[in-house]
């Protein structure tokens, strides 16, 4: 619901938007325009006649860290923004204005419990990148290492709050009154958001992240991951190795260093998918502020990156339907990647898949054959998203990061390679991981992996099934269900077991007696234990 302070800040984002001259873009929102005149009259506006771009910035700056990312988020498809706004909100990546380099050293002195300088022989008040969260300050290490310190913006966790609670406000309106506001599910996408951006302002947690990314990339040479200081790293400060790299946005450099840039292409995408299956721990905030390249080696250039506030992971079962529906993509197996949604309760149990089959080729058959530059991945993009509305295809929350993490992907390689055959690079990939998972060597690895609880339950099995025997000899055996016709059986099965152990004691009465007959001892007992014996199995004859 609207809070007050929901109100407040609500009014706060508009008060912006009219400062750059924005407030066009109130008009469009139901919600906030009848606000639309309450500040047009009052304080200083920036002329309308100033670049688009340049507004949009300033004010995304203004409005704060989740604003930031959003632009940021936006600057990496420059395929579906105007030149001039992609290139201003690429300014967002690593050129935010920073705080104050005094102050950040303060937020390091108070983190570690003394001065800096124990730990740094050198520290540089001025950064060498800002961005949204934080900004990274050059420094020295007693022992001659470079390294970079990354600091914490004061008041972040309050500010975000403070956003998150209008987005969750917003939310709620969208689920409750917007049409498609149950499928959308906004409120379980915003939850998902809050995890994420509240986990990136612990800056350990990066730190993990990093040391988990360096061992999944240990010898590779495709991608280079910094050494994290974990002795000198705190919730507001992350110490890592200094990386020395041409920024992947700098096309210049990059072809005059003779690069080859395909290759650089093809090793991001197939980084891509080995980190969403092979390793399941994906690098989610890839916009190329994070990104730089090592080209000692032209003609096999190594990534390097940085910032790993936020990963990504899927359960296994997410995983293994994108999988098979990516490469059902591949095959141009429509019937497959439609039954694939149905299977995974992505659309209603009761879509008929032979409309979906339909709906899926009309969108993605004529992006085949063709290279980056050839698609226009917006217009894709705006067709599934009415395939998806007319299916009542629910929105995956859990999802979400793994799909702005591909478009970015996709976004750079546009930059990068135009050319790019994404579905030829990344095809093979997904084949070979497919194998790994499924395949005959696969079963047996988690035969082996699995062997000791295996043998341990194999071990058990004589003792369950004689305490089982037991409990059903007796008649004590039973079943924790209520259903009538589990109350039957177990009462079937009880009198039953009830006859079997009477038909057990009349033949061994039988046998007894028979044997004392037979050797001339006790006859007369022997006579009578044949009798019982007898008249015990013809009772327990069922009738």
Same mark, same amino acid.
């Given at each position: 619901?609207?809070?007050?302070?929901?109100?407040k800040?609500?009014i706060?984002?508009?008060?912006?938007l009219?400062?750059?001259?924005?407030?066009?873009?109130?008009a469009?929102?139901?919600?906030?325009?009848?606000?639309?005149?309450?500040?047009?009259?009052g304080?200083?506006?920036?002329?309308?006649?100033? @670049?688009?771009?340049?507004?949009?910035?300033? $004010? &995304?700056?203004?409005?704060?860290?989740?604003?930031?990312?959003?632009?940021?988020?936006?600057? *990496?498809?420059?395929?579906?923004?105007?030149p001039?706004?992609?290139?201003?909100?690429?300014?967002?990546?690593?050129? #935010?204005?920073?705080?104050?380099?005094? &102050?950040?050293?303060?937020?390091?002195?108070?983190?570690?419990?003394?001065?800096?300088?124990?730990?740094?022989?050198?520290?540089?008040?001025?950064?060498?990148?800002?961005?949204?969260?934080?900004?990274?300050?050059?420094?020295?290490?007693?022992?001659?290492?470079?390294?970079?310190?990354?600091?914490?913006? @004061?008041?972040?966790?309050?500010?975000?709050?403070?956003?998150?609670? #209008?987005?969750?406000?917003?939310?709620?309106?969208?689920?409750?009154?917007?049409?498609?506001?149950?499928? &959308?599910? @906004?409120?379980?996408v915003?939850?998902?958001?809050?995890?994420?951006?509240?986990?990136?302002?612990?800056?350990?947690?990066?730190?993990?992240?990093?040391?988990?990314?360096?061992?999944?990339?240990?010898?590779?040479?495709?991608?280079?991951?910094?050494?994290?200081?974990?002795?000198?790293?705190?919730?507001?400060?992350?110490?890592?190795?200094?990386?020395?790299?041409?920024?992947?946005?700098?096309?210049?450099?990059?072809?005059?260093?003779?690069?080859?840039?395909?290759?650089?292409?093809?090793?991001?995408?197939?980084?891509?998918?080995?980190? #969403?299956?092979?390793?399941?721990?994906?690098?989610?905030?890839?916009h190329?502020?994070?990104?730089?390249?090592?080209?000692?080696?032209?003609?096999?250039?190594?990534?390097?990156?940085?910032?790993?506030?936020?990963?990504? *992971?899927?359960?296994?079962?997410?995983?293994?339907?994108? $999988?098979?529906?990516?490469?059902?993509?591949?095959?141009?197996?429509?019937?497959?990647?439609?039954?694939?949604?149905?299977?995974?309760?992505?659309? =209603?149990?009761?879509?008929?898949?032979?409309?979906?089959?339909?709906?899926?080729?009309?969108?993605?058959? =004529?992006?085949?054959?063709?290279? &980056?530059?050839?698609?226009?991945?917006?217009?894709?993009?705006?067709?599934?998203?009415?395939?998806?509305?007319?299916?009542?295809?629910?929105?995956?929350?859990?999802?979400?990061?793994?799909?702005?993490?591909?478009?970015?992907?996709?976004?750079l390689?546009?930059?990068?390679?135009?050319?790019?055959?994404?579905?030829e690079?990344?095809? =093979?990939?997904?084949?070979?991981?497919?194998?790994?998972?499924?395949?005959?060597?696969?079963?047996?690895?988690?035969?082996?992996?699995?062997?000791p609880?295996?043998?341990?339950?194999?071990?058990?099995? =004589?003792?369950?099934a004689?305490?089982?025997?037991?409990?059903?000899?007796?008649?004590?055996?039973?079943?924790?269900?209520?259903?009538?016709?589990?109350?039957?059986?177990?009462?079937e099965?009880?009198?039953?077991?009830?006859?079997?152990?009477?038909?057990?004691?009349?033949i061994?009465?039988? $046998?007894?007696?028979?044997?004392l007959?037979?050797?001339?001892?006790?006859?007369s007992?022997?006579?009578?234990?044949?009798?019982?014996g007898? $008249?015990?199995?013809?009772?327990?004859?069922?009738?």
């Amino acid at each position: 619901m609207l809070t007050p302070a929901r109100i407040k800040r609500l009014i706060s984002i508009q008060r912006v938007l009219v400062k750059y001259s924005l407030d066009d873009l109130i008009a469009t929102s139901r919600l906030l325009r009848p606000l639309r005149f309450v500040f047009l009259f009052g304080g200083r506006r920036m002329d309308r006649d100033a @670049p688009l771009g340049q507004r949009i910035r300033l $004010a &995304l700056e203004e409005l704060g860290p989740i604003f930031i990312k959003f632009g940021q988020a936006l600057s *990496t498809r420059r395929d579906l923004l105007p030149p001039d706004i992609a290139a201003e909100l690429a300014k967002l990546q690593d050129q #935010v204005p920073p705080f104050d380099g005094q &102050l950040a050293r303060q937020i390091v002195n108070d983190a570690y419990g003394f001065d800096l300088s124990e730990v740094f022989a050198e520290f540089d008040d001025t950064p060498m990148a800002a961005a949204s969260i934080a900004q990274v300050h050059p420094a020295k290490l007693h022992d001659g290492t470079d390294v970079g310190v990354k600091v914490l913006r @004061p008041g972040m966790r309050e500010r975000i709050r403070q956003d998150l609670e #209008v987005m969750y406000a917003m939310a709620e309106l969208t689920q409750r009154y917007l049409p498609d506001g149950q499928r &959308l599910r @906004p409120v379980e996408v915003v939850s998902e958001y809050d995890k994420t951006i509240m986990d990136e302002l612990d800056l350990l947690r990066e730190a993990a992240n990093g040391s988990q990314l360096r061992r999944n990339f240990e010898g590779s040479t495709q991608l280079y991951v910094p050494e994290v200081y974990f002795d000198y790293s705190r919730v507001t400060v992350l110490v890592m190795e200094r990386i020395y790299g041409v920024h992947i946005s700098n096309m210049d450099a990059l072809k005059a260093a003779g690069t080859n840039i395909k290759r650089l292409a093809e090793n991001g995408v197939e980084i891509f998918f080995t980190q #969403v299956f092979r390793h399941n721990f994906f690098h989610a905030d890839m916009h190329p502020g994070n990104i730089f390249v090592r080209t000692d080696d032209p003609e096999n250039p190594i990534y390097l990156s940085v910032d790993f506030g936020i990963i990504g *992971t899927l359960n296994l079962k997410d995983q293994q339907y994108l $999988a098979e529906n990516f490469l059902a993509f591949f095959d141009r197996d429509y019937h497959r990647v439609a039954q694939l949604h149905v299977d995974s309760g992505w659309v =209603p149990p009761d879509t008929r898949v032979e409309e979906l089959e339909s709906a899926v080729r009309t969108v993605c058959e =004529p992006i085949f054959n063709k290279p &980056l530059a050839e698609i226009s991945f917006g217009t894709v993009l705006l067709r599934l998203f009415e395939t998806a509305r007319r299916f009542n295809m629910e929105v995956q929350p859990q999802l979400i990061l793994l799909q702005k993490t591909l478009l970015n992907i996709e976004g750079l390689g546009r930059d990068l390679y135009p050319e790019l055959d994404l579905f030829e690079t990344a095809q =093979p990939i997904l084949r070979r991981w497919m194998e790994e998972r499924l395949g005959g060597r696969a079963v047996l690895n988690d035969f082996r992996t699995q062997w000791p609880e295996v043998r341990e339950t194999l071990r058990e099995l =004589p003792t369950i099934a004689r305490r089982i025997s037991e409990q059903a000899s007796n008649g004590d055996f039973r079943l924790t269900m209520d259903s009538p016709q589990i109350v039957a059986l177990r009462d079937e099965m009880r009198q039953d077991n009830q006859r079997r152990y009477r038909v057990t004691l009349g033949i061994i009465a039988a $046998a007894v007696g028979g044997f004392l007959v037979y050797t001339g001892q006790y006859v007369s007992v022997g006579w009578l234990l044949v009798g019982v014996g007898a $008249a015990a199995v013809l009772l327990s004859r069922p009738r």
